[in-house]
């Protein structure tokens, strides 16, 4: 089992940038590929972003590519998600999530462990 805890978030004028953390507790992180998704106001959890057990692969929503790296540090227990070019449809709570295998997946039920999230407003 793993728990999750987001930070990072904050309030940014648009253009800016954010660099979310989330740091892991529990055994075997290395064991989990890691999500960001996001959840705005009155719409459904989206996926953002996802990496690999190791790191090497990784997969971005149209929306966010170009614009948004995600990252791991496995001896750190952590994974990092740097926004850059920060748009006000960016603006949502964002989280961290955590599923066993390898594949790097996009669906939110197939992950097994979310943090509680960290919001992230962009002002126009």
């Known amino acids: 089992q793993v728990q999750l805890v987001e930070s990072g978030g904050g309030l940014v004028q648009a253009g800016g940038s954010l660099r979310l953390s989330c740091a892991a507790s529990?055994?075997?992180?290395?064991?989990?590929?890691m999500g960001w998704f996001r959840q705005a106001p009155g719409k459904e959890r989206e996926f953002v972003s996802a990496i690999s057990l190791s790191g090497g692969s990784t997969n971005y929503a149209d929306s966010v590519k170009g614009r948004f790296t995600i990252s791991r540090d496995n001896a750190k227990n952590a994974v990092y998600l740097q926004m850059n070019s920060l748009k006000p449809e960016d603006t949502a709570i964002y989280y961290c999530?955590?599923?066993?295998?390898?594949?790097?997946?996009?669906?939110?039920?197939?992950?097994?462990?979310w943090g509680q999230g960290t919001q992230v407003t962009v002002s126009s």
């Open positions: 529990g055994r075997s992180f290395s064991s989990y590929t």
């Open positions: 999530a955590a599923t066993r295998g390898l594949v790097v997946v996009t669906t939110a039920r197939r992950y097994d462990y």
